[in-house]
């Protein structure tokens, strides 16, 4: 059973603290090394970032974990834009990992975010780790991207129930995250030394980012 840990907005005291333990989740994860640490410490400054859904949890006073969210867009048939959610880098501490923390952080920005009025988060994951949280099959909700295909990868949730009223939708990823490789291996110098290498996690996330969803 999990510790009771506190959720709080992160400050700026944390922010190093926060892309330290950004880059110990998922280095290695998704591709040799990560970025995600860099995307952690640059989203922070752009106008879709929301501050109110930039969560920490709090373990004996200790950050383990947080959760950033931007602002991002569906548009449908007609032309007509709908603000929504995603969320992104979403990490916790390897050593507290699958003790419950990482559902907690998310439940939480769940409330916050509905009460901020937001009804649609999608996002890009390895739908094993998401659908106990609510998210579906983007096709499910008939959300695509321009292209329009449907990426077994992207998946959505409607925090309030007939948000996406059946029509269809494209979606558009905030600009927040086209970062500037050189400047991420840059800025990746000044973290200690880990070795970049090969894990079979690459290898799921490359099928689960190149599989389609038929009709």
Not at 80 to 95: A, M, R, W, Y
Not at 139 to 145: P, T
Request: charged letters at 30%; a negative charge.
């Amino acid at each position: 059973m999990a510790k009771t840990i506190i959720i709080r907005t992160e400050t700026e005291n944390d922010y190093r603290t926060v892309e330290e333990i950004t880059r110990k989740a998922f280095w290695n994860l998704y591709t040799p090394g990560c970025n995600e640490h860099y995307i952690a410490h640059v989203i922070r400054s752009h106008r879709d970032f929301i501050p109110e859904l930039d969560l920490v949890a709090e373990r004996d006073g200790r950050v383990i974990g947080n959760i950033m969210y931007t602002k991002t867009r569906l548009v449908d048939e007609a032309g007509n834009k709908k603000d929504i959610l995603t969320f992104g880098p979403i990490s916790v501490l390897p050593e507290y990992q699958r003790m419950g923390y990482g559902k907690q952080l998310i439940e939480a920005s769940f409330e916050k975010a509905a009460a901020l009025g937001y009804e649609v988060i999608v996002i890009f994951g390895n739908p094993g780790n998401y659908v106990s949280r609510g998210f579906k099959s983007c096709r499910k909700y008939n959300v695509s991207l321009e292209n329009g295909t449907f990426p077994s990868a992207m998946l959505v949730k409607e925090l309030k129930e007939g948000a996406l009223d059946g029509r269809n939708w494209i979606y558009y990823e905030s600009p927040a995250f086209a970062i500037d490789e050189a400047e991420a291996e840059a800025f990746d110098e000044s973290f200690e030394k880990r070795e970049k290498r090969y894990q079979p996690s690459q290898e799921e996330f490359y099928i689960h980012s190149h599989s389609i969803v038929q009709p």
